[in-house]
């Protein structure tokens, strides 16, 4: 059994390849990337590399033959990835896969979820359900990573923590987590046509976790709610663009934006990412791992002081 992993030079990619080669022999593992020179060392270890370029879907079903289970890790263009995932489902059936795993969000087939992130990962997954493959969803809540090694140090930089997500609690997971959920459902049979919330072990609002970052490091983090609009200003004085670009004649890309994020925290507000599960340790034989540590790991490259 051949198992294809996408964007396979990507931090997730990169470690579903190492979770995954825990489990199966190197030969029996396809990575596609835009850029095999990323993966050479990976070769060097028995491992296929392919080119794939999901917007160039006449190459794609080439790089995914010979596969029959695929990792679809979903890219990082908020508005415009439906087509290129949609191009990389309909090769994949074509080159004969017969099951496809995809890195969805949590709430992203609720319909009412104002995150527009999630319309983004709900087209996918309709596409994937439609597609004639067997396919898995796995449903990542937020990673604590994104605290950890983004938010957190932000605010300490800034010297307070500014969200919009209100009182909003989230199942914040382990990408390492949701990367070992992920090896699971393509080496073990019984996954075909499930969807699964991948979450952490507790519920946290970002107060809490804010409380957290000071209790770990020993340095109170200050936290204050802010509005939706008050959230954008402070997007805003970062520089943060409010609409994603992908225009490569303007200049590189912008796979992200301040529109997106601030829909993300309302969606937090209203409940969306409210959500717990067991999948991580049904699905890996272990717990879940939580938040604070995570967030003890991270510490010692927190900021010490407002920049």
Same mark, same amino acid.
């Given at each position: 059994m051949a198992i294809i992993v996408s964007g396979a030079s990507g931090g997730f990619g990169r470690a579903a390849t190492e979770a995954l080669l825990?489990?199966?022999?190197? $030969?029996?593992?396809? !990575?596609?990337?835009?850029?095999p020179s990323k993966l050479a060392n +990976?070769?060097?270890?028995?491992?296929?590399?392919?080119?794939?370029?999901?917007? $160039?879907?006449?190459? !794609?079903?080439e790089a995914f033959?010979?596969?029959?289970?695929? +990792?679809?890790?979903?890219t990082a263009r908020v508005g415009t990835?439906?087509?290129q995932h949609r191009n990389a489902i309909?090769?994949?059936?074509?080159?004969?896969v017969r099951q496809i795993a995809y890195t969805s969000i949590i709430s992203a087939d609720e319909e009412a979820n104002p995150a527009i992130v999630k319309r983004d990962h709900r087209a996918t997954e309709r596409d994937l359900m439609a597609s004639g493959a067997e396919w898995t969803i796995l449903r990542d809540n937020q990673y604590g990573d994104a605290m950890a090694d983004a938010a957190i140090p932000v605010a300490y930089s800034a010297g307070i923590w500014r969200s919009n997500e209100g009182d909003g609690q989230v199942g914040f997971v382990a990408r390492a987590d949701c990367v070992a959920c992920a090896a699971a459902v393509l080496t073990q049979e019984g996954h075909g046509n499930v969807a699964y919330d991948v979450t952490g072990p507790e519920l946290l609002s970002f107060r809490d976790v804010a409380q957290l970052a000071g209790e770990v490091s020993g340095r109170p983090l200050p936290f204050r709610n802010v509005s939706d609009?008050?959230?954008?200003?402070?997007?805003?004085?970062?520089?943060?663009p409010r609409e994603a670009s992908d225009d490569p004649v303007a200049g590189a890309a912008i796979p992200w934006c301040s529109n997106d994020m601030v829909t993300f925290g309302q969606a937090i507000r209203e409940g969306y990412m409210a959500k717990l599960s067991d999948t991580?340790?049904?699905?890996?034989?272990?717990?879940?791992t939580p938040?604070?540590?995570?967030?003890?790991?991270?510490?010692?490259?927190w900021p010490q002081s407002p920049a």
């Open positions: 825990a489990k199966v022999a190197a $030969e029996d593992l396809i !990575l596609t990337t835009r850029d +990976l070769a060097e270890r028995g491992v296929t590399i392919r080119r794939a370029d999901f917007d $160039e879907p006449a190459s !794609l079903i033959r010979g596969g029959d289970r695929m +990792l679809l890790i979903s990835r439906v087509g309909q090769a994949a059936v074509a080159a004969g609009e008050e959230m954008f200003a402070v997007f805003d004085s970062f520089g943060v991580v340790e049904r699905l890996t034989g272990r717990p879940a938040l604070r540590t995570l967030l003890a790991a991270a510490a010692p490259r």
